[in-house]
């Protein structure tokens, strides 16, 4: 067993859990909600990271929005509209395209299992979030490496008949690596240049530009040797110093210029890792990655260049501990040829770590920037970059200011109702709280100025109110009330029991129902136990195996709800001191009655040892039970359970004798030994919950 726990223990620690995020939009105008695509993913005090991670509109550049995020809780879900507890700012707030993270919340403040952000995947997804009241000890690795911007389309055959340049550096073209304002209709100025990914290669077999980050992204590199050298692609610019008001993703590397259908894709960016705690304390080998991954690697055609190392943010008021924290730029893929030199691709920048505390020395930050691939031909057996060159080092920034929560939530408007559930035709309360005004959209009674009572419940409804705050803003809650079931049930229940070997035993059957019959209700109750305790002394009973079995009819009728039966057993000297009266069936000639069935339980009295040989009765040794409290005349006093593991107790002496009272938490069977000079007596008892 030791060694089932300790291996279901190594598979959880080494379990991946996914960070799971989705896209939002349409934040209405006072900030306080957003519509999500998947609102099945979060909870009502979740703790969610809101972020934009790209450009909306022509014109959108670093000066204005791209990368703004904030921290916020969850306070109700209604359908896909997500109610938060403070108000987006502006710009978040106008903005087009959003996604919501849910953050990982550890609940024993250590991180075992590996934590992964899922890919961006042009709508969502490429952070993860982490946050914790608390100290967070990190013992497990945290990724988001590859999971950054990627490139979207690739041309797998621009010209084949010429070398001229395409001199198109500001489009958007097949082939490009994806950046923050890469998308269509949106031109990158010489200033911005940092928002776009990669460019491809824009001439005959020339490679692939590296993506930019904090670092500038790598030069792709030239044209095939068959045609006079044209200069290599120019990796786009590094981005301004970060101090984490904005959280990009790394830009990916563009693809080679391909026309033998063999040129490299260009190597995705890295992701985004946001952790928010009171301490961060790492462990060793503890490893927390952003980084971009290679380009690829072509045959006769240009290569990718490598894609870009994305962010890593430490919100903490202190980092201690060894652990290791990267955000490197993707290397630049190689070209083999044949008979000609072909652009490699350049190296993706390296990305930024920044933390609002210092970092201890034993905790390493790495964000250089990618190498540039390399050019190789077999016929000449020679090698060289083509102009390809390596993605710039990234930033490492600490100390930068920690996120503030918002000093006042949002004014709080709710709906409220004294019951969800009513009796079948009953009618209830609902009132408003918070509520400047309050419109009901649906057919209730009017009781005052905020509360009304609903119609009588027959099936179950949403009620909906369209409150206004005392900001102006308009908040539509709803509640759903239902008639509670009409349960037409029987408890069928046996009594416990105890008694001496050779004693009948009473056995008392309960039938009871849950509601007024409207007609005789008849049927049997099928009860068994072990044949070598209890014997069957009635017509009633009989013995089938090692069970014991008796049938117990019953009746009732619209005056009586509940009726008892009894039967008898004998006690008998078997290998157990306590077994169960089941009950195995109950056949009713109602078939929309369910039934609920409560087994009992009959315990042996008076089990002694003596001389080693079990007896029925020792009259020298006297042992009386009250509640947990246990009395007897001997001397000595064990209580074991049924592992045999002696349990722990309170005893004294009074003018009675030897008094022990049981530890209240103690329930099931135990067995009580008593020793008086050279007799022993063994008693079994049952503990119930009291």
């Given at each position: ?93 106008r903005a087009r395209h959003l996604q919501i993270i849910r953050a990982v ?553 030897l008094v022990v009272t049981l530890d209240p938490t103690l329930r099931g ?22």
């Amino acid at each position: 067993m030791a060694m089932l726990f300790v291996l279901m223990c190594m598979v959880a620690d080494d379990s991946v859990q996914f960070v799971q995020s989705t896209w939002a939009w349409s934040s209405e105008a006072c900030g306080s909600s957003i519509t999500v695509q998947q609102s099945r993913w979060f909870e009502a005090g979740d703790h969610v990271l809101i972020h934009r991670p790209t450009c909306d509109h022509e014109g959108d550049r670093l000066s204005h929005n791209v990368g703004e995020w904030s921290w916020n809780v969850i306070d109700t879900i209604i359908g896909q509209r997500i109610y938060l507890t403070h108000s987006l700012q502006e710009p978040l707030s106008r903005a087009r395209h959003l996604q919501i993270i849910r953050a990982v919340t550890p609940d024993d403040k250590r991180l075992r299992r590996r934590i992964v952000s899922r890919p961006w995947n042009g709508l969502h997804g490429g952070v993860v979030a982490l946050w914790s009241d608390d100290t967070v000890h990190i013992e497990s690795p945290i990724s988001a490496t590859s999971t950054g911007f990627y490139q979207p389309t690739f041309d797998w055959n621009s010209s084949d008949t010429t070398a001229r340049f395409d001199e198109q550096p500001t489009a958007v073209l097949p082939g490009d690596g994806m950046g923050p304002c890469s998308v269509p209709l949106v031109s990158i100025d010489s200033l911005s240049s940092w928002g776009r990914g990669g460019l491809s290669g824009r001439a005959h077999n020339s490679g692939g530009a590296g993506g930019a980050s904090a670092g500038r992204g790598g030069n792709g590199g030239s044209t095939s040797s068959a045609f006079s050298p044209i200069n290599s692609m120019q990796g786009a610019s590094a981005r301004p110093l970060d101090d984490g008001t904005r959280l990009v993703f790394g830009s990916s590397g563009g693809g080679g210029h391909g026309n033998d259908l063999d040129g490299g894709r260009g190597g995705r960016g890295g992701g985004i890792i946001v952790i928010r705690a009171r301490h961060i304390q790492f462990h060793t080998g503890s490893i927390v990655s952003a980084d971009g991954t290679n380009g690829h690697d072509a045959s006769h055609d240009g290569s990718g260049g490598g894609g870009a190392g994305g962010m890593v943010l430490l919100d903490a008021e202190s980092v201690s501990g060894d652990g290791l924290i990267t955000a490197r730029g993707g290397h630049g893929g190689t070209s083999r040829s044949t008979l000609f030199l072909c652009g490699p691709g350049g190296g993706g920048a390296g990305g930024s770590v920044m933390s609002t505390s210092a970092l201890p020395a034993s905790v390493r930050c790495i964000v250089s920037g990618g190498a540039a691939g390399a050019s190789s031909a077999i016929s000449s057996d020679s090698t060289a970059d083509r102009g390809a060159t390596s993605g710039g080092d990234g930033t490492s920034i600490h100390p930068i200011a920690r996120w503030k929560p918002p000093t006042a939530g949002i004014p709080r408007v709710r709906l409220r109702q004294a019951d969800t559930m009513v009796a079948f035709g009953s009618t209830t309360l609902l009132w408003t709280e918070g509520a400047t005004a309050t419109q009901w959209l649906d057919n209730v009674r009017t009781l005052g100025r905020d509360s009304v009572s609903t119609p009588p419940i027959e099936r179950g409804r949403w009620f909906r109110a369209r409150m206004t705050r005392a900001d102006g803003c308009v908040i539509l809650d709803s509640v759903y009330v239902r008639p509670s079931p009409q349960a037409r049930t029987l408890v069928a229940s046996i009594g416990d029991a105890h008694a001496r070997p050779g004693d009948t035993v009473d056995v008392y059957l309960s039938v009871r129902a849950t509601f007024a019959p409207q007609r005789t209700i008849e049927g049997i109750v099928y009860v068994s136990t072990h044949s070598y305790v209890l014997l069957p002394i009635t017509s009633s009973g009989y013995v089938s195996g090692t069970r014991t079995h008796i049938k117990f009819p019953f009746r009732l009728g619209a005056t009586a709800a509940s009726t008892y039966r009894r039967d008898q057993l004998r006690a008998a000297l078997g290998d157990s001191a306590s077994v169960q009266f089941r009950i195995d069936s109950v056949i009713v000639n109602d078939s929309s009655i369910t039934v609920q069935k409560r087994p009992g339980r009959f315990t042996l009295d008076d089990l002694c040892a003596t001389d080693g040989r079990v007896r029925l009765f020792s009259p020298q040794i006297d042992v009386a039970f009250r509640g947990r409290t246990i009395t007897t005349s001997a001397n000595e006093l064990f209580i074991s359970d049924v592992l045999g593991r002696i349990l722990a107790h309170h005893s004294a002496n009074d003018s009675k004798g030897l008094v022990v009272t049981l530890d209240p938490t103690l329930r099931g069977l135990i067995f009580i030994a008593v020793v008086d000079g050279e007799y022993m007596r063994t008693v079994p008892w049952w503990i119930s919950a009291d």
